[in-house]
């Protein structure tokens, strides 16, 4: 009988040590994870923008994490669209430098999309990635730079 309570009482162990070590990698992977305002990332955008059209390398990539027939649609320029859904496939999109600024956002529906696709990004080894504080309508709106200007 003792033996059974011990090999319980390891597995109980374990299983507590295994949760514990499990919130600790979502918590450090999602620590890496801020926030960017809409001023910030429109100056941002402006400089992709002019390092584009000089030829120079982009640092900060734009993610738009809606789906693909909303970004067909409109989205802000320079973005390139990698919806949740589609992150695995897309890996391949992303710079090699895990270092490079990603910068995602969405629309009302899908922010919580948006941390998601974040910290699967920050599983990954990405390790600079900025969620924007808001959305594309609001960016849209108030007329930045998008590939439809309404």
Request: charged residues 25%; contains cysteine; positive net charge.
């Amino acid at each position: 009988m003792r033996n059974r309570k011990e090999k319980t009482v390891r597995h109980g162990t374990v299983v507590v040590a295994l949760t514990i070590l499990a919130f600790a990698s979502i918590s450090r992977a999602e620590s890496g994870i801020k926030t960017i305002d809409t001023d910030t990332l429109h100056s941002l955008v402006s400089d992709n923008i002019y390092k584009r059209e000089g030829g120079k390398p982009i640092r900060n990539i734009v993610i738009d994490t809606r789906t693909p027939e909303e970004f067909a649609a409109g989205n802000i320029i320079t973005a390139i669209n990698v919806p949740l859904d589609g992150i695995e496939q897309s890996l391949g999109a992303l710079p090699a430098d895990k270092s490079v600024q990603l910068t995602i956002y969405g629309n009302e529906s899908n922010l919580d999309a948006c941390r998601k696709w974040a910290a699967k990004a920050s599983t990954h080894g990405y390790t600079n990635i900025f969620i924007s504080t808001d959305t594309y309508q609001n960016w849209q709106q108030n007329k930045l730079p998008s590939t439809r200007l309404r």
